[in-house]
């Protein structure tokens, strides 16, 4: 593909005259227009701005902002707030600052501008997600946040469409659907520019999705090139930009009729662009289905890597699989951090990677060499790495077709997930939060493609029902934040956290590092010890990261509250001590010294009553009610029948008392504007009830576990 290649050009222009063309900023949402690959390449010449999701295509997140700083850190206080709102907790999104206008996104994939240093709302983008996406994707109906190119905001929705709008006013300008959410496609991840493409990647491994990703023309949002990241079947010609690579390296690694289960390796999250080297790199997710003797044998090429392609024409140039043959849902979308180290007296340009497997890897970014790799948590699924950086791996975790249950460490959420972590240069640390939570996972031995709900090839077996055990597993679960030596593979420190599933993280040229938590606090620490310099209580959990931003001369902090994602969903509870959540109102918080606003008061707990009718179904049928909770609803509204404090918790609900609303919700889809579709496709009349027979005998034990603490 010949075309001109303008930002490449500048470039070029860039590298001789040794500075950056002056633009002039307009301040507001016209400032936008400037935002082009020069700008992004220097990103460290408008320090106040933050223009692509990482802040620049390293993706490093450490911002040379230096006015609040270690020494009066303890001054700053709320600037302003924004209530989000729109229906749901979720928030993930990295806000981009241009021109001193904010863009966020928030769930259910709007996106919203705000004047920066004030709050005030410029306008809002709501794209009319269909509610029934919800129940096609894995994790909460989230999103991480928009990219901007000449004046233009790109977002990638829920129900799978890239849509371009105008900066200055919110409308779209262009849409294209790049994949279909009722095939279980979904997008959560950002989009990133280069060279006048978007290129946005999908999600859906748990449903049976084959990955890939696409480049955009950002100008008119014609399709440029596709790279599929795992094979379709054979014969069956793509016409993409993998079509040579899959049948030369990949189709070879898989076996049997693995296409029927889509193979997965979804590109779900973020990506980083090496201008030097012009090489984007991308992660790909975990198998489809999860369960490998069902999915095929062999090493799938390419699940749970990381690839370096061409940016103009999507062409391979390497890859590296950390888990060949994944079978825990490890993925190797997290975040990739692009930096130069000096490793034993050689400066080497290296990718840095914290995947949800628990270890963390030093790769050469120019070929893909591995270089290092130690686990960064507790980790039982391997026993090490080879000199090359394959695992070797334990037969501990392993699990098969029979149903037998086998603990595996780190667990489906992972040790780290998509939570941006930073890299400040100045200390040499790479600051994420690290969860330590196990997973038990039980093949199943009947595997058919269902239409709704999860294709994991996996059983979700529910906790025990004794408080006491629980009480044991909880103990199992901690979160940490974690500075870690990517030179010598070693924390420098480490600050325990009380839950897992915590924020996303920025470190600043002030010598910090900010992060919220799973407990709602949102916290500063040095960065070169962990000591905790400032905090304030937000009322609700954080798993955004944060980013600093300048406006006139002034400093700010902003962070999305609002908890949610795969942990909450399906095991919030078990991690927090308190009902933190049951408040969980999603906000904007922006933080600057002397910033005197109040925070704002928590909502009123909700007076919740425990009120289920009397056990009356034998042990048979709550048997099958607790096998189709955990296999269809446990995702949404929390294991054996516990909410997260994300969704309703099923064991307060009025329907619960009354069956025939109980079939109105669960087969005729009485809740489907609110996301809640119906499963009749799914689920005989008979199972719908044995369900609801379930959820009433865990009711029953819950209230008979007052005195003690309920499960
Ligand atoms: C993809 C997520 C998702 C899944 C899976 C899911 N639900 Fe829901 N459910 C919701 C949402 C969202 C609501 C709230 C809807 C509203 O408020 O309008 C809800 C509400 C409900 C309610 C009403 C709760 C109340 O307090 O009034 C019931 C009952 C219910 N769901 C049952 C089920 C059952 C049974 C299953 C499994 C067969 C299930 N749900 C699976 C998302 C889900």
């Given at each position: 593909m010949s075309r001109i290649r303008p930002a490449a050009m500048s470039l070029g222009l860039l590298l001789a005259l040794g500075h950056a063309p002056a633009v002039v900023a307009i301040p507001g949402p016209g400032a936008a227009a400037a935002v082009d690959g020069a700008r992004i390449i220097h990103a460290d010449q408008h320090p106040g701005e933050w223009l692509t999701y990482g802040r620049t295509y390293s993706e490093q997140r450490f911002s040379p902002l230096a006015q609040i700083n270690d020494r009066n850190v303890g001054r700053l206080g709320l600037a302003w707030y924004y209530d989000i709102g729109g229906g749901r907790r979720v928030q993930e999104s990295t806000p981009l600052v241009v021109g001193g206008v904010m863009y966020l996104t928030t769930a259910w994939s709007r996106v919203i501008a705000l004047d920066a240093a004030t709050g005030k709302q410029l306008w809002v983008f709501h794209p009319h997600v269909p509610r029934s996406a919800d129940a096609h994707g894995?994790?909460?109906?989230?999103n991480r946040g928009v990219a901007i190119w000449r004046g233009r905001v790109y977002v990638g929705t829920y129900d799978g469409r890239l849509i371009a709008l105008s900066?200055?006013?919110?409308?779209?300008?262009w849409s294209v659907r790049t994949a279909d959410y009722t095939k279980g496609y979904t997008i959560t991840g950002a989009p990133i520019v280069v060279q006048g493409r978007v290129i946005i990647g999908n999600g859906g491994g748990e449903f049976g999705t084959r990955g890939y990703i696409t480049a955009y023309d950002a100008r008119t949002g014609r399709e440029d090139w596709r790279f599929y990241t795992v094979p379709g079947k054979p014969g069956v010609a793509d016409h993409a930009a993998s079509d040579r690579v899959l049948d030369r390296i990949a189709r070879p690694t898989w076996h049997g009729r693995y296409w029927k289960f889509g193979g997965g390796g979804n590109v779900w999250d973020s990506m980083a662009y090496d201008p030097k080297l012009d090489l984007l790199y991308v992660g790909t997710g975990n198998g489809a289905p999860w369960n490998g003797t069902v999915r095929s044998p062999g090493a799938n090429l390419f699940i749970t890597s990381i690839l370096a392609l061409r940016p103009q024409t999507g062409e391979y140039v390497w890859h590296f699989q950390e888990v060949p043959d994944d079978i825990w849902d490890y993925d190797a979308d997290q975040q990739m951090i692009l930096a130069d180290l000096n490793l034993h007296g050689t400066v080497r340009r290296v990718l840095m990677q914290a995947p949800k497997d628990g270890i963390f890897y030093v790769l050469d970014r120019a070929t893909g060499r591995f270089l290092s790799g130690k686990p960064y948590t507790q980790i039982n699924w391997a026993r090490g790495l080879t000199s090359r950086g394959k695992p070797i791996e334990s037969r501990k975790a392993l699990y098969d077709v029979t149903g037998k249950p086998t603990l595996a460490m780190p667990g489906a959420a992972g040790g780290h997930n998509w939570q941006p972590m930073s890299y400040d240069p100045a200390t040499g640390l790479v600051y994420f939060p690290v969860s330590a939570m196990a997973f038990t996972y039980a093949g199943a031995r009947r595997v058919t493609m269902r239409k709704l709900g999860w294709n994991t090839g996996d059983d979700f077996i529910a906790l025990p029902e004794n408080p006491q055990a629980v009480a044991q597993i909880r103990k199992t679960l901690t979160g940490s934040l974690v500075a870690w030596n990517p030179v010598t593979q070693r924390a420098a420190w480490r600050v325990a956290l009380g839950a897992p599933w915590n924020g996303g993280v920025v470190s600043t040229a002030g010598d910090l590092v900010f992060e919220g938590d799973a407990m709602g606090r949102f916290c500063a620490y040095r960065a070169t010890d962990g000591k905790r310099l400032w905090s304030v209580e937000t009322h609700t959990g954080i798993v955004a990261p944060p980013i600093t931003y300048e406006v006139d001369g002034q400093q700010y902090v902003a962070v999305e509250i609002g908890w949610g994602g795969a942990f909450a969903l399906a095991a919030g509870q078990l991690a927090?001590?308190?009902?933190?959540?049951?408040?969980n109102v999603p906000r904007m918080l922006v933080f600057t010294l002397g910033g005197a606003k109040a925070m704002p008061p928590p909502p009123p707990r909700p007076h919740l009553t425990l009120d289920p009718p009397p056990i009356t179904a034998g042990a048979a049928t709550i048997a099958l009610g607790e096998a189709r909770y955990q296999s269809f609803c446990s995702v949404c509204h929390g294991d054996s029948a516990v909410s997260g404090g994300v969704l309703p918790d099923l064991r307060y609900a009025p329907a619960l008392a009354n069956p025939g609303l109980w079939r109105r919700i669960v087969s005729g889809g009485l809740l489907r504007s609110g996301?809640?579709?119906?499963?009749a496709t799914e689920l005989s009349p008979r199972e719908s009830g044995a369900i609801r027979e379930y959820v009433i005998s865990r009711a029953n034990q819950t209230k008979g576990q007052r005195a003690t603490r309920p499960y």
């Open positions: 894995c994790c909460g109906v989230a900066a200055k006013t919110g409308k779209p300008l927090l001590d308190s009902q933190i959540n049951e408040g996301g809640m579709v119906s499963f």
